[in-house]
């Protein structure tokens, strides 16, 4: 008699599986895309705020000590550099 007459109960059982392994895996790549885009949103207002405190500074720059403008200088290149 052998397994014949459940080849297909088998097989569907092993489909169902392969579908719940699918369906896990397309939901942690859509996790990973969310968190993805939510850092995203967390470094662009981090560089938003980057931005507004260097104009500040720029504004007033004339009242540090010259060793600090120097530094402050430096340390805008860099940041300067690395934004594009």
Avoid at 36 to 48: L, N, Y
Wanted: proline content about 2%; glycine content about 4%; charged content about 30%.
């Amino acid at each position: 008699m052998g397994l014949a007459p459940y080849d297909n109960a088998i097989q569907a059982i092993a489909t169902m599986f392969g579908k719940v392994a699918d369906a896990f895996k397309t939901s942690k790549e859509e996790q990973s895309q969310t968190a993805i885009i939510k850092e995203d949103k967390r470094q662009e207002k981090a560089i938003e705020a980057g931005n507004i405190i260097i104009d500040l500074i720029l504004t007033n720059i004339e009242l540090l000590p010259a060793d600090v403008q120097k530094s402050f200088y430096k340390q805008k290149k860099i940041f300067d550099k690395n934004m594009t």
